[in-house]
C-alpha cells in the first residue's frame, strides 16, 4: 500500500517534470512513510511514496525496474498471487531485483503488454511506463479499491493517487470548478468516476486501463467486467460450502503480510464474519478494532464484543464524540472533493485508532453490494413490480402505492411517485441526496444552469451493460460500479491512507464477487438481504449477531446537528462567506438549517451542504500560494 504520483510531457523532447513530481509526491507523505522514490525517462517521471508490507527491505522500493531499465512502474496496493505470478515468469527467464509483489508488474508487462492487466489478482492502481515505445500505462483494479487521478495540463499530464495533489501540486492555477459536478454531488454525495468536481481532472474508472502517449490520452479501455449469467446450480448447502471456501481462501491470501496485522469489526454480519475466518486459520489471537458512540441507538459495540470473546481477540475499543467532528476539515482536505459520506467520520477514527496497533487491517466492505444486503432493495422491488404489470394497471398501481406511503411511510410514498420513471431515475431518486426538485429550489441561477443527467445517465449506461437476468442483479451491478466504488472505496482509502494504514477486504476478492453475481435472486434477498451469505456464516457468529436488525456503520448525525455542531452549522452556512458565493439560494439553506429544530429534520442534507462549503473554503477560496497538506 503506497501513494503514486508522476507526469507524462506532452512534448516527447522535453526535460523530466521532476520538480512537479516532487511537489506531488510531498502532497501525499502520509500513504507512504517508509521511503520515496522518482524515476525520469525521457518525457516521463514517476514517483511512489512506500508504506513497507511485503519485502520490508531497500531492494522493495519504487519505482521497480525491468533488467534493462527500459520499463518502469510503480504500484499502490497488493498483488495476491504474486508469487505464482513470479514462479511463472522465473521459469521464462525472467531476473528479479526484490520479493515485493509489485515487481511482478513489470516483467508480466514485458511477456504481455497491457494484457498483463488481466493476469492481477488484487487491489492496485499502477502506472507503468514503457521507454521504448514511449507510453505510460494506467490501470486499476476490478472493483476500484484503489483511487487513481489524472489532470490535463496545457504541458503534458499529472497523475497521483489523491485528487488534491493535483490540484495543489501542479505548477499554475488550480483547475477550474465543474459545475455540473458540484450539481452531481448535490445528487449523489459524491462526484462519479470519471469525472470530479475539477475542469480537466478525472478518475480512472475501476476495471479500467488507459495509455497515454506524449500529447495524447487515448481512450479508457475496460478490461473485466462482472458475468452473472448463467446463474450457478447446485443445492444450497453446496453453494454455502463453495462460499465458505471462497471467502476462506480470501481472507487467507489478505493475511500474507511482513507486518502486524488485525481487523476492524463493526459487529455486523460482514466484519464478523472475516474475524471469525480470520481466528480460524491464525495461530495467535487476532487483534480487533471498534468504534461506538454514547448514544445507544448508532453504537454497535456490543455485538463486536460478543464476537470478540466468542474468538478471544484482542479487542480495542474508541468511542466518538461529538467534539471529534473537527476533524471534518482534515477529511475535507484528503478527499480533495466535497465527500457527504458522514461515516466518513466514524472509518477516521477507526483507522487512526487501528495504525496504533497494526499496519493492516482486513475489513468487510461489500457484504451489502455483492449479497443484496440495503434495504432499498426491498423498495426497489416494488418498482421492478409495476414494470411488469401491463400498461392499463400501472396507473391503479402506482396510486394505491403512493396513497399507503403517504399515510404510513412518507419516503416510500415519495418513492411510489416516481414509479414511471423508469429503472435508472426510479433508482437515483431513492438514493438521492437531493431531487431534481429540490435542487431547482436550493440552486442559485448559476448552478441551476450548470444542471444535468449526468448521474442518470451513468446509472442507465450500468443497467443497460448488465447481463443480470433478474432486476436486482442490475441494481447490484450499479451500486457496485457507483457507490461502491466512489463513495465506500474512497471513504476507506482516504481515512486509512491519511494514517498509513492498509486496508484488505476479503469480500472484493474476485471469486467471491463472480461467485456472488451468478447467485439466483432467491439466495440474495427474500424477507431480508445477505441470505446465503447469513447461511454460511451460521455456525461461526452469534445467534445475535446472525440475527440483528440492518445497522449502517454511521454516526449519530442527527444528534450531532441537532446540539454540539449547532452553531458549526450556522457560522458555516449561513455567513456572509457563504451566501455571497452565489451557489446556493439563501433562503433555501435557512430552511434547511431551521429544520434541525423540527420533528423532521433534514440530517443528510444540511451535512451535504456544510462538506460542500468547507471544500469550497479549502480549495476554492484558498490561494495557491498557501499550502493545503
Aim: aromatic share 8%.
Amino acid at each position: 500500500m503506497c501513494g503514486i504520483s508522476g507526469y507524462l510531457a506532452n512534448d516527447p523532447a522535453a526535460a523530466p517534470a521532476a520538480s512537479v513530481v516532487r511537489r506531488i509526491n510531498d502532497a501525499i507523505a502520509h500513504r507512504g512513510p517508509d521511503a520515496e522514490g522518482a524515476w525520469a525517462s525521457g518525457p516521463c517521471v514517476l514517483g511512489h511514496r512506500r508504506l513497507s508490507i511485503i519485502d520490508l527491505s531497500p531492494d522493495g522500493r519504487q519505482p521497480l525496474l525491468n533488467e534493462d531499465e527500459t520499463i518502469g512502474v510503480v504500484v499502490n496496493g497488493e498483488i495476491y498471487n504474486f508469487e505464482a505470478l513470479r514462479d511463472e515468469l522465473v521459469a521464462k527467464g525472467h531476473t528479479f531485483r526484490s520479493r515485493s509483489d509489485s515487481e511482478v508488474v513489470v516483467h508480466l508487462y514485458e511477456e504481455m503488454g497491457e494484457a498483463a492487466i488481466t493476469r492481477l489478482d488484487g487491489m492496485f492502481a499502477l502506472a507503468l511506463w514503457d521507454a521504448k515505445k514511449q507510453r505510460l500505462l494506467l490501470a486499476r483494479d476490478r472493483s476500484g479499491k484503489k483511487p487513481l487521478y489524472y489532470r490535463v495540463t496545457r504541458d503534458g499530464v499529472a497523475f497521483a493517487s489523491e485528487v488534491h495533489a493535483l490540484v495543489t501540486g501542479v505548477d499554475g492555477e488550480r483547475p477550474a470548478v465543474d459545475l455540473a459536478g458540484v450539481d452531481e454531488y448535490l445528487t449523489l454525495g459524491y462526484v462519479a468516476a470519471p469525472y470530479t468536481v475539477y475542469q480537466g481532472v478525472f478518475k480512472l474508472r475501476a476495471a479500467h486501463y488507459q495509455v497515454l502517449t506524449p500529447g495524447r490520452v487515448h481512450e479508457a479501455e475496460r478490461y473485466w467486467r462482472l458475468v452473472r449469467h448463467p446463474t450457478l446450480s447446485g443445492s444450497e448447502d453446496e453453494l454455502v460450502g463453495e462460499l465458505k471456501r471462497l471467502l476462506t481462501a480470501a481472507v487467507k491470501r489478505r493475511m500474507v503480510a511482513d507486518v502486524p496485522l488485525g481487523a476492524f469489526l463493526s459487529g455486523g454480519v460482514d466484519s464478523s464474519t472475516i474475524v471469525a475466518l480470520m481466528a480460524q486459520l491464525s495461530t495467535r489471537p487476532v487483534k480487533t478494532f471498534s468504534i461506538g458512540f454514547k448514544q445507544a441507538a448508532y453504537s454497535e459495540v456490543k455485538y463486536a464484543r460478543m464476537v470478540a470473546a466468542r474468538y478471544g481477540t484482542e479487542h480495542h475499543e474508541l468511542e466518538v464524540s461529538a467534539d471529534m467532528a473537527s476533524v471534518v476539515h482534515d477529511i475535507t482536505r484528503h478527499h480533495g472533493e466535497p465527500f457527504a459520506d458522514s461515516s466518513s467520520v466514524a472509518t477516521w477514527y477507526l483507522a487512526k485508532m487501528t495504525r496504533e496497533h497494526v499496519t493492516v487491517s482486513l475489513s468487510g466492505d461489500a457484504g451489502d453490494e455483492n449479497f443484496a444486503g440495503y434495504k432499498r432493495y426491498n423498495n426497489a422491488r416494488w418498482g421492478h413490480l409495476y414494470d411488469a404489470l401491463p400498461a392499463g394497471a400501472k396507473g391503479a398501481f402506482q396510486g394505491a402505492l403512493t396513497g399507503f406511503g403517504r399515510a404510513l411511510y412518507p419516503s416510500f410514498g415519495r418513492f411510489a411517485e416516481t414509479m414511471h420513471l423508469g429503472e435508472a431515475a426510479r433508482y437515483l431518486r431513492l438514493v438521492s441526496q437531493f431531487t431534481p426538485e429540490r435542487k431547482r429550489d436550493l440552486c442559485a441561477p448559476s448552478l441551476r444552469a450548470a444542471a444535468s443527467d449526468r448521474a442518470e445517465r451513468r446509472f442507465a449506461e450500468v443497467l443497460a451493460e448488465s447481463d443480470g437476468r433478474y432486476a436486482m442483479a442490475r441494481l447490484l451491478d450499479l451500486d457496485i460500479a457507483t457507490y461502491l466504488t466512489d463513495d465506500i472505496n474512497a471513504k476507506v482509502d482516504i481515512a486509512s491512507m491519511a494514517h498509513a494504514l492498509e486496508v484488505r477486504c476479503p469480500l472484493l476478492d474476485t471469486s467471491v464477487i463472480e461467485f456472488a453475481g451468478r447467485l439466483p435472486s432467491h439466495l440474495l434477498m427474500r424477507v431480508r438481504g445477505k441470505y446465503l451469505l447469513r447461511k454460511a456464516a451460521g455456525d461461526l457468529l452469534p445467534y445475535q449477531v446472525l440475527h440483528r436488525p440492518k445497522m449502517g456503520f454511521g454516526i449519530p448525525l442527527d444528534h450531532w446537528l441537532r446540539n454540539d455542531l449547532r452553531e458549526v452549522v450556522r457560522d458555516t452556512l449561513l455567513d456572509r462567506t457563504a451566501r455571497e458565493r452565489g451557489m446556493l439560494e439563501p433562503a433555501a439553506v435557512e430552511k434547511l438549517v431551521a429544520s434541525l429544530d423540527t420533528s423532521s429534520p433534514e440530517t443528510y442534507q444540511v451535512w451535504s451542504l456544510l462538506m460542500l462549503e468547507l471544500w469550497f473554503r479549502e480549495f476554492i477560496d484558498r490561494s495557491p500560494a498557501q499550502p493545503t497538506v
